[in-house]
């Protein structure tokens, strides 16, 4: 019996744990895309306006880590380890 409740808030943990780090993956992914797009356009988010004033391709190459770091984050929280051969 203890064991089973155990394990049953163990895995609401990591249920919980890994819809977080999907969100948060989400909005990373969603904020390196659009200020890339903005960008583009000549227009930016205003509290992300410190990252524009950065020197040289500083403000892309972090741009373009939250894009693909939220595109990893999203692989890496949806994977199931336990269950891989």
Do not use: H
């Not at 890339?36 to 500083?58: Q, V």
Request: hydrophobic share 55%.
């Amino acid at each position: 019996m203890f064991n089973y409740l155990s394990l049953s808030i163990q895995y609401t943990f990591t249920l919980k744990k890994r819809s977080i780090l999907q969100l948060l993956a989400f909005l990373c992914f969603m904020f390196g895309f659009l200020t890339l797009l903005l960008s583009l356009l000549g227009l930016e988010f205003s509290y992300l306006a410190w990252l524009d004033r950065m020197p040289g391709l500083m403000p892309l190459m972090v741009k373009l880590g939250m894009l693909f770091g939220g595109i990893v984050l999203a692989y890496l929280s949806s994977t199931d380890w336990r269950r891989q051969d």
